[in-house]
């Protein structure tokens, strides 16, 4: 199916796969007691997360849970309904097993999004992913997905939305913290962006705020923002293979800096199992993917899960845990 579907415009060959999940009569099972994970969400049969973005709508959540994943991220939702930035807005690079996305958080709302969410039927963890400019409205996300989700990831990293960067002016970010903290009541994640020459100090400042207000950890890292003409808007996040040494780079920073008290979601160019076992055993407690998904096709997460055994065994490793421990 992924072949077909990549003679098809991206974003429309997006919608097809996931109508077509509808119908898929059968569940991919991806359980392998060497590959269970305790996350403060719950334990995971395996490692592999679906990213943010995906399932913008929270709508596929039980069809997506059929492809093996451990756990799965609906969104990212804004308060009120958004249609995103104009077409085209992503496009595909192949020869980098790669997406440009411009796609600006287009969603149906608070309200259907939590709909959606509260009908899933998923064997797996869900978390859902949410963001805003305006620090109200993003507590009223955050309140209203607790009820229905696992988990809450915060993302205020997307290279597509400006506005989200004065999360990262130290004084304003703690304020935030400490509001969202007082209404915690789930696992909360916050999405960082990739580490760059201009950006580690004052994310590094952000982390450090988070962390001090007890929240669980991070997801590192989100698109790297790049120009792409192909896109409307001339640019646009670049998710994919090219990301994987960036991911690395800033697994390997957190985990000096702050220490083993926290979990880190790893999430940049995981195309293979062997991948997934380099970000885990650098400092990950768990992976996610979607690049990935869109090239290997229906059967992604079992190749990674079969793969990342593959990566275990030629180490000497009989459970993942092993590989954690030694890092």
Not at 15 to 24: E, P, S, T
Not at 82 to 89: E, L
Request: net charge positive; hydrophobic share 40%; glycine share 8%.
């Amino acid at each position: 199916m992924a072949s077909i579907l990549q003679q098809i415009p991206p974003e429309t060959a997006h919608h097809i796969g996931l109508r077509l999940l509808k119908l898929l009569p059968f569940t991919i099972k991806c359980d392998d007691p060497s590959l269970t994970v305790k996350t403060s969400f719950g334990d995971i049969k395996n490692p592999v997360g679906l990213a943010a973005g995906f399932d913008k709508h929270a709508a596929y959540v039980t069809e997506l849970s059929k492809l093996g994943f451990g756990y799965i991220v609906a969104g990212t939702v804004t308060r009120n309904p958004r249609k995103g930035m104009p077409k085209p807005r992503i496009i595909r690079r192949p020869g980098e097993m790669a997406l440009v996305n411009a796609m600006g958080f287009p969603n149906p709302g608070l309200e259907k999004f939590v709909e959606n969410l509260s009908k899933h039927r998923a064997d797996c963890p869900v978390l859902a992913s949410i963001a805003d400019e305006e620090l109200d409205k993003l507590v009223e996300c955050f309140v209203a997905v607790q009820k229905t989700s696992d988990a809450v990831e915060v993302n205020i990293s997307s290279p597509n939305t400006p506005g989200l960067s004065k999360y990262f002016e130290p004084v304003f970010f703690k304020d935030a913290a400490a509001i969202l903290h007082s209404a915690k009541q789930k696992p909360t994640y916050l999405k960082l962006p990739p580490f760059t020459e201009n950006t580690t100090g004052f994310i590094d400042r952000i982390v450090g705020i988070w962390l001090e207000n007890g929240f669980e950890g991070v997801t590192a890292v989100n698109a790297l923002l790049v120009e792409e003409p192909r896109v409307k808007a001339g640019w646009g996040g670049l998710s994919g293979r090219p990301l994987f040494p960036i991911l690395l780079d800033c697994i390997k920073i957190l985990r000096n800096r702050f220490g083993e008290g926290f979990e880190i979601n790893a999430v940049g160019g995981i195309h293979t199992g062997q991948d997934a076992f380099t970000a885990l055993y650098h400092g990950a407690d768990t992976v996610q993917i979607y690049t990935a998904l869109t090239y290997r096709g229906l059967y992604t997460v079992k190749k990674i899960v079969e793969e990342l055994k593959d990566a275990m065994k030629s180490k000497g490793f009989k459970k993942i845990d092993e590989a954690r421990s030694r890092r």
